[in-house]
């Protein structure tokens, strides 16, 4: 049986793609060329069948520098930005992963400069060009399915081919903009206790507070979290949950931290 990866380059090899063509035989399928610098990138994935995307780059001499396959389900948009700001361009490819309301995106961001051509990757992404002098990028996280909207978002910038995370509201102005009035918080922690016992044993409710407090620290401002914790948390378990969240909040920072952002 031909395997995934010869499917795919057998499909862009020797299948004539053009942007947003649908195949003659199967509606779903759809195929792209993007032409940036001196490389062809070539996407062809069916939008019916979770990830079955891939992508191949080949140079000016038609040489493959890069192939990967069955990595997303739907392609979005692509633009060429430069992401610091250093007069070369570098390419973000948008691609709908399908999986769950938790992971619906990635971007795929190449730079030509880089002789390896591997790209890093974020999941559940989004590009700001018009907020800081250079473009940043959004990735937003949301928890626990068992509750809804409690959630964080971090901020990222591009430097010596790497993202790094931002942790200076006052040298960023879409980190900034991540700094909410906390009233959408306490209006989902009321709910959550209009509907449930907030200080049962299997109470979900500290997930809403552990999104706030570990929002204010990416901020740089995590007393500001545990002031609202203080403050709004009512129930007697009151020094075991905050433990625990200081456990999972730590935990979680130095994860994002540590991460490069690589193409897995």
Same mark, same amino acid.
């Given at each position: 049986?031909?395997?995934?990866?010869?499917?795919?380059?057998?499909?862009?090899?020797f299948?004539?793609?053009?942007?947003?063509?649908?195949?003659?035989?199967?509606?779903?399928?759809?195929?792209?060329?993007?032409?940036?610098?001196?490389?062809?990138?070539?996407?062809i994935?069916?939008?019916?069948?979770?990830?079955?995307?891939?992508?191949?780059?080949?140079?000016? !001499?038609?040489?493959?520098?890069f192939?990967?396959?069955?990595?997303? @389900?739907?392609? !979005? &948009?692509?633009?060429?930005?430069?992401?610091? !700001?250093?007069?070369?361009?570098?390419?973000?490819?948008?691609?709908?992963?399908?999986?769950?309301?938790?992971?619906?995106?990635?971007?795929?961001?190449?730079?030509?400069?880089?002789?390896l051509?591997?790209?890093?990757?974020?999941?559940?992404?989004?590009?700001?060009?018009?907020?800081?002098?250079?473009?940043?990028?959004?990735?937003?996280?949301?928890?626990?399915?068992?509750?809804?909207?409690?959630?964080?978002?971090?901020?990222?910038?591009?430097?010596?081919?790497?993202?790094?995370?931002?942790?200076?509201?006052?040298?960023?102005?879409?980190?900034? @903009?991540?700094?909410?009035?906390?009233?959408?918080?306490?209006?989902?922690?009321?709910?959550?206790?209009?509907?449930?016992?907030?200080?049962?044993?299997? @109470?979900?409710?500290?997930?809403?507070?552990?999104?706030?407090?570990?929002?204010?620290?990416?901020?740089?401002?995590?007393?500001?979290? &545990?002031?609202?914790?203080?403050?709004?948390?009512?129930c007697?378990?009151?020094?075991?949950?905050? @433990?625990?969240?200081?456990?999972?909040?730590?935990?979680?920072?130095?994860?994002?931290?540590?991460?490069?952002?690589?193409?897995?």
């Amino acid at each position: 049986m031909i395997s995934a990866f010869l499917r795919c380059l057998f499909s862009i090899l020797f299948i004539f793609t053009t942007s947003n063509l649908f195949s003659q035989d199967q509606k779903d399928e759809v195929r792209k060329d993007i032409f940036a610098d001196e490389y062809k990138i070539n996407l062809i994935n069916n939008e019916a069948d979770f990830f079955t995307g891939c992508i191949n780059i080949t140079d000016k !001499n038609n040489n493959i520098v890069f192939n990967a396959d069955s990595i997303y @389900s739907r392609y !979005n &948009w692509d633009t060429l930005v430069d992401l610091n !700001n250093d007069g070369s361009r570098e390419l973000i490819l948008d691609l709908g992963t399908g999986a769950t309301m938790y992971d619906y995106n990635i971007f795929l961001i190449f730079d030509f400069s880089d002789s390896l051509l591997s790209p890093l990757v974020v999941h559940n992404a989004e590009l700001k060009t018009d907020i800081d002098i250079t473009p940043k990028i959004l990735s937003h996280i949301r928890l626990s399915p068992s509750v809804m909207g409690a959630g964080y978002s971090f901020s990222l910038k591009y430097e010596s081919r790497r993202l790094i995370l931002e942790n200076d509201i006052k040298e960023s102005a879409v980190l900034k @903009s991540l700094d909410t009035d906390s009233k959408e918080d306490l209006h989902l922690i009321k709910e959550y206790s209009e509907a449930f016992d907030e200080c049962a044993e299997d @109470s979900e409710v500290k997930i809403y507070y552990e999104a706030y407090i570990m929002q204010q620290k990416i901020l740089g401002q995590e007393e500001k979290g &545990w002031e609202f914790f203080n403050k709004h948390y009512k129930c007697k378990n009151k020094n075991k949950v905050k @433990s625990e969240l200081k456990e999972n909040v730590d935990h979680s920072y130095s994860f994002l931290k540590q991460t490069e952002f690589k193409f897995y």
